[in-house]
C-alpha cells in the first residue's frame, strides 16, 4: 500500500477508449458518482472546453478509471491537477497536441510546467509535487490502458515523480498558554451553542406572543421546520431574510459566520462541522489522544461509569485496538472528561433520530447541505476533521470577538504533541517507560522527540548528569587486574561489597554492561533507588558501581575512540564538559592495563556493535 502523499498507480481495464492508439472515444462530460455512505456525490469534467482535446479526453478517461473508488477530495484534487495543466497548455498557445504524434512536447510541457509550478509555490509546499506526480499518474494510466509501453512519454510517466517530494514539516507543540487559550474557547463556543439552542427551542415553542404575519412568527415558523427537517427553499419574496437574520442572538450570528439563512436556522437547532471542532479540542486535551482515534469513536465505544468513563479507540494506521479507563479531573464538573462527552452525544441527538440506522453508532455526525433548494441530510464526518475545519473555526471564534494568540500552523496535532509530552516528562522521559505507555521508541524519536519541551527537559536532565557523574569521578570506579572468572566469589563480594550472590552473578557475565560490570543495576547514583540505570554504559566509568576487568579494555578503547571521533571545531567546549571526565578515565584504565596509544589506534571500532546504537557517533564508514 502506498503510504501518504506518495504517487498510486490504479489501472481500470473497464476504460476502453485509450485502446485505439491514443484514439477520441468522445469529448463529452465525464462524470464519477462518489458513495458517501448515506448519500452520493457528483463531480464531473468537460474536456472540450481546452485546446487540446484528444489530451483532455486521455487525462479524463485515466481520471475516471483511477477516480471512482476513491474519496471525493482524491477525485477533486485529480481533476485541479488536470485543469492546471490544461490550462498551462492553452496559455502557452499550444493547440491539438496528442501523446501519439507529439509525445517529445508534452514531455518537455510536462516538465516546463512542473518546474513552474515550483516557483509559484512556497519551498515546502506539497502543491508542486502533488499536482506534477498526479499528471505522471494519469498519463501512466492512460498509456497503460493504450498499451504503450515505450516511448520517453512513458518513461516520463513511469518514472520517479519530476517534483521531489518535500520533506514532512516538523510541527512543535502547542505552549501551555496557548492550550489553555484554545481550551477556554471551545468552552465559550459549546456555551454559546447551548445557549443559542435554548433561544431557538423558546422560539419554536411561543413563550413570546408575536403578530400573526411578523418577522418573529415567521422565525418561529422556520425554526420549527427546520427541527423537523422540512426546510429546504426559501421564498425569498415572501420572506425578510435580513431581518429575520437580525432576530438571531447576534453574539450568535457572528460566531456562525453562515451564508444563508437557511443554514443558519438548521445550524441554530442542529450540529454543525464548526460545532463539533470544540468537542474535538476538549477530547483530545482531556485524554490525548490523537486525532484520529478521537474521530474514530463509536457510541458503543464510550462506557460511562462512576469516576470516569471507558473509551474503546482504534488507530488504523498503528492497527491498534485498545480500551482505555479515563479518571474525571472533576468528577461533578461539566468539564471533566465525563461530562464533555456527555454533552457532545446530548448535541447530536437530533442529528441521530433523523439518521439512517447504520449511522446510529456514529458519535461525529453533522449536517450536509446539497444545495440552498434541498433538505439537507445527515452524513457522518467520515474524515479526521483536517486543518481546514480547525483554522476556520478559530478564524470563526477571532471574529466573534475571542482573543487567540496562537503560533502557526493551526493543527490540532500540536495538541497531541504537547500531550505526549507532558507525559513522557512525568515519566523522568525513560524510554522503556515511554515504550511501555503508547509509543514504540522509533515512532517517539520520529514524532515527539523533538518537542520544545522534551529539548529543555532532556538539556535538564544532562545538567544533572553531568554534575552527578563529576561527583562520581571523585570516588571512582574499581578495577582489576585478574580475569573475571579468575577471582573466587568471597574474594570480589569483599572486593566489591555485595552479596555472594551478586558476586556470583557478576562472575557469569549477568552484570556486564559493555564498559564494565555493574554492582547493582538498580542503585544508580543517576536514578532513584529501584529504578533501572538509565545511564550505563555512557557513564559506567565515572560511576561508584563500575567495576573493571581485563575483558574490557577492547571495548572501552573502541569506546574511547568513538568519543573522540564524535569531537567537532564548534563544540569543543560543550564536548569538553560532557565527555573529558569519561576520556580521562578511560585512557586511566587503559593505561593500568598496559594499552598504549598505538593499541588504542588498531582496535576495531565494530566493538561498538556491543554497545546501544545511539551513542556510537562518527562510525559510519
Not at 48 to 75: C, E, F, K, R
Not at 294 to 313: M, T
Not at 517 to 538: E, K, N, Q, T, W
Request: glycine share 6%.
Amino acid at each position: 500500500m502506498a503510504k501518504k502523499n506518495e504517487r498510486q498507480t490504479i489501472v481500470n481495464s473497464a476504460v476502453h477508449s485509450a485502446h485505439e492508439q491514443f484514439g477520441v472515444s468522445y469529448l463529452g462530460v465525464r462524470k464519477i458518482t462518489i458513495d458517501q455512505g448515506v448519500t452520493t456525490r457528483d463531480i464531473s469534467f468537460d474536456p472540450s472546453t481546452y485546446g487540446n482535446p484528444q489530451i483532455a479526453n486521455a487525462l479524463a478517461d485515466a481520471w475516471v478509471s483511477v477516480s471512482q473508488s476513491q474519496s471525493y477530495s482524491a477525485a477533486a484534487v485529480k481533476k485541479q491537477a488536470i485543469t492546471l495543466f490544461l490550462e498551462d497548455l492553452d496559455l502557452k498557445g499550444y493547440r491539438n497536441l496528442s501523446f501519439s504524434s507529439t509525445p517529445d512536447l508534452v514531455c518537455d510541457s510536462l516538465i516546463d510546467w512542473s518546474l513552474k509550478l515550483e516557483r509559484e509555490y512556497p519551498v515546502d509546499s506539497f502543491m508542486p509535487y502533488r499536482m506534477s506526480s498526479t499528471i505522471q499518474q494519469l498519463i501512466y494510466t492512460f498509456l497503460s490502458l493504450a498499451r504503450a509501453d515505450d516511448g520517453m512519454l512513458w518513461r516520463i510517466a513511469k518514472g520517479p515523480s519530476l517534483i521531489v517530494k518535500p520533506a514532512n514539516r516538523e510541527v512543535d507543540e502547542f505552549s501551555k498558554s496557548e492550550l489553555d487559550q484554545l481550551v477556554m474557547a471551545a468552552r465559550a463556543h459549546i456555551r454559546m451553542a447551548k445557549a443559542a439552542s435554548m433561544w431557538a427551542r423558546n422560539v419554536i415553542e411561543g413563550n413570546a406572543t408575536c403578530e400573526p404575519h411578523s418577522n418573529e412568527n415567521e422565525l418561529r415558523r422556520l425554526l420549527s421546520l427546520a427541527y423537523r427537517f422540512e426546510l429546504s427553499a426559501l421564498d425569498t419574496q415572501c420572506v425578510d431574510v435580513k431581518e429575520i437574520a437580525s432576530l438571531f442572538p447576534e453574539d450568535w450570528r457572528k460566531l456562525l459566520s453562515a451564508k444563508s439563512l437557511l443554514g443558519l436556522c438548521y445550524q441554530t437547532v442542529h450540529s454543525s462541522v464548526s460545532g463539533l471542532v470544540p468537542f474535538r479540542i476538549l477530547l483530545m486535551e482531556l485524554t490525548g489522544l490523537s486525532s484520529d482515534e478521537i474521530s474514530g469513536l463509536k457510541v458503543s465505544g464510550c462506557a460511562f461509569a462512576d469516576g470516569g468513563v471507558s473509551l474503546n479507540v482504534e488507530k488504523s494506521r498503528a492497527v491498534r485496538n485498545r480500551t482505555v479507563f479515563y479518571k474525571d479531573r472533576s468528577p461533578n464538573g461539566r468539564w471533566g472528561l465525563t461530562g464533555v462527552l456527555k454533552e457532545l452525544l446530548l448535541n447530536v441527538d437530533s442529528l441521530r433520530a433523523n439518521a439512517a440506522p447504520l449511522l446510529n453508532d456514529e458519535v461525529w455526525l453533522r449536517l450536509a447541505f446539497p444545495s440552498d433548494k434541498e433538505v439537507p441530510a445527515v452524513t457522518s464526518v467520515n474524515f479526521s476533521f483536517g486543518a481546514l475545519s480547525t483554522r476556520s473555526w478559530v478564524a470563526s471564534m477571532i471574529g466573534a470577538g475571542f482573543a487567540l494568540d496562537l503560533s502557526e500552523p493551526i493543527d490540532v496535532r500540536r495538541i497531541r504533541k504537547a500531550k505526549v509530552s507532558d507525559r513522557a516528562i512525568s515519566l523522568g522521559a525513560r524510554a522503556s517507560d515511554i515504550a511501555a505507555d503508547q509509543h514504540s521508541i522509533a515512532v517517539f524519536d520520529s514524532y515527539y522527540a523533538s518537542a520544545s519541551s522534551i529539548q529543555v527537559f532532556s538539556a535538564t536532565r544532562v545538567v544533572e548528569v553531568q554534575a552527578k557523574m563529576s561527583q562520581g569521578v571523585r570516588v571512582g570506579f574499581a578495577g582489576l587486574a585478574e580475569n573475571r572468572e579468575d577471582v573466587s566469589t568471597q574474594a570480589l563480594s569483599e572486593f566489591a561489597d555485595v552479596t555472594p550472590d551478586a558476586a556470583q552473578a557478576i562472575k557469569e557475565g549477568h552484570h556486564d554492561v559493555g564498559v564494565a560490570d555493574c554492582r547493582d543495576p538498580f542503585d544508580s547514583p543517576f536514578d532513584a533507588y529501584g529504578v533501572l540505570c538509565h545511564a550505563a554504559p555512557l557513564f559506567c566509568l565515572g560511576c561508584k558501581n563500575g567495576l573493571v576487568f581485563p575483558i574490557h579494555a577492547p571495548r572501552i578503547a573502541s569506546f574511547l575512540k568513538s568519543i573522540r571521533s564524535a569531537k567537532y571545531p564548534e563544540d569543543t567546549d560543550d564536548w569538553v564538559r560532557t565527555w573529558g571526565p569519561q576520556i580521562a578515565a578511560a585512557e586511566r584504565v587503559l593505561s593500568e592495563l598496559g594499552w598504549t596509544e598505538s593499541d588504542i589506534e588498531e582496535c576495531p571500532l565494530e566493538l561498538t556493535d556491543e554497545l546501544p546504537a545511539w551513542i556510537r557517533v562518527g562510525n559510519d564508514e
